[in-house]
């Protein structure tokens, strides 16, 4: 099959194995994939990961012992746990110890035109919910994650730094709580999204006196946790949601004197995204920025990597009719 | 008076005016006072105090409004709050905007014969507690505001890093919790004190496989926080208790991809930790290394800074006659 890798550098290929799924998964025609962070900090060294790259996607169940899903439009969930390990017993499968993770951890990925995941994994789609909206569940449920670690009231002052996708859609999920938000990002172009949403934003050049209690960064930047720290009340929270395969150099020290918490925020609930879509509570499409086939993955990514970029799509195995 | 200043370096002075207290201010005439490792941090340069150094104090009251305090034992706390601010108005005393801090910031230390503090900061000593017992309230009080942060269950797997002065104490206070709790440290002559209360206890070298849900980090150096980061589990809290002048190189992407939450914890409970000390359930006594008069101070922080230093005391206003 045609596949998109990454072993030190990221190339094409048109002869990868098919992938064949095990008694309990499904082989599932992949459709449509997004590009995330995550698969660029991958190309930068992070992880150390070798195989097909890519994890947000929606495809279509081709072979599955649970016959109802078969033909289904479906995302997954990139955990793929073991069911055994401590974290598996208290029903968090996200942090299974012996977890491969979908194109990022000992299991290959939605760039190429076949996957497989555990059933268990699966969430059918919708009619009303598009391939290219189905594409931002795996994102969006990240975005949901946070209210699963915090608890937002109306009356906190919450900051999201970072006007990237994931900020994006963070921001629109914390909007719906009702609490004071500010948006601080880097392009007004990326902003006015938000804007256009009733979301209050900032330029990072005005943003300097903002403080919050609760300051949610999306930035991928070693600058942005600064500016976190810098925003933050004291006895507030900092919720980590990048990765990012640099060091910080940074000074603890008024993390204590203010005592903050900072809180590392990983893979969220799939249904509450796929609800938030179906509901049109959120709005993804306004994210996309361009559409190629897999063949055309490197330049793909190349734009995905340029400073600025929106979320970037790979086209693989159904006809591309609405971007 | 008699005073230990530090303005860019430590110096003994003896004719340093005596403070006044203001209307809702008490006289204390200083007892005996402890060196922390936050004194020595400032003759590093950390938080660009100049003034009286010292926090940890016990006294007698000599001058105050409120007259059943005269001629009484206290101890006090060490932020003075302005009743006025947002955080003040919320009960959160400790972290009022515009606070002054025993020793620390723009207010005049424990480190003199006479020092003010408002009256509402104090807490007499009952009489079963010795002056040299009642000089470790309030580094106790710090060590029990972990309990107040976060919920330590009895299936909690509980790492206590390092064992100066404040791990020492935070071992014993956590300890009372019956949770699974190992201490590590670099001195085998400290962690006996631990042992003799039944704690278990390893020395760095040998503590490379130990994992913990809950690691609280009083090392006050960068490679213990390194380590801490190492030995936490996934969704496993780390609490930091020490204040570092130094900058941390870290990789934050393990924090996000475990979902770590990192706790900032400072100032806590007077009440509690004066309760312990009368109940006995904490002991102090042998964390004493040597008592110094206020003139050989400067011995006194020289031993203070030394590897492997036990608490450090500074006699000031009442004959010594105990250790």
């Known amino acids: 099959m045609k596949a998109l890798l990454f072993d030190k550098e990221l190339k094409f290929v048109d002869n990868y194995p098919t992938p064949k799924p095990g008694p309990d998964e499904a082989l599932i025609k992949v459709r449509l994939a997004g590009i995330c962070n995550t698969d660029l900090e991958i190309t930068r060294g992070y992880r150390d990961f070798k195989g097909v790259l890519g994890h947000e996607f929606v495809g279509e169940v081709k072979e599955c012992k649970q016959e109802d899903l078969i033909g289904k439009r479906v995302v997954g969930e990139t955990n793929c746990s073991c069911a055994q390990c401590q974290y598996c017993q208290q029903g968090l499968r996200s942090h299974c110890l012996n977890r491969s993770v979908l194109g990022i951890r000992n299991r290959d990925g939605a760039f190429g035109e076949y996957l497989t995941l555990p059933i268990e994994n699966l969430h059918p789609i919708p009619d009303e919910i598009s391939d290219e909206e189905a594409v931002f569940v795996e994102p969006l449920a990240a ?159 190349e734009e995905a990597s340029a400073k600025g970029a929106l979320k970037v799509l790979l086209s693989i195995g159904a006809p591309f009719n609405s971007i």
């Open 143 to 301: 975005s949901c994650r946070i209210l699963e670690q915090i608890q937002i009231r109306e009356s906190d002052e919450v900051v999201v730094l970072g006007d990237g996708k994931l900020g994006l859609l963070v921001a629109q999920v914390i909007s719906l709580n009702g609490c004071c938000l500010k948006v601080v990002g880097r392009y007004e172009s990326k902003l006015e999204i938000l804007k256009k949403r009733g979301i209050e934003t900032f330029l990072v050049a005005g943003a300097n006196d903002i403080k919050a209690n609760i300051v949610i960064d999306c930035t991928g930047t070693t600058s942005g946790f600064e500016m976190a720290t810098r925003m933050i009340k004291p006895m507030g929270k900092i919720v980590l949601k990048s990765t990012v395969a640099a060091k910080y150099h940074i000074d603890l020290s008024p993390l204590v004197v203010d005592e903050i918490t900072l809180i590392g925020s990983r893979c969220g609930p799939f249904a509450s995204a796929i609800r938030l879509l179906r509901n049109r509570e959120v709005e993804v499409r306004s994210l996309i920025s361009t559409a190629y086939p897999l063949e055309e993955g490197f330049t793909a990514f």
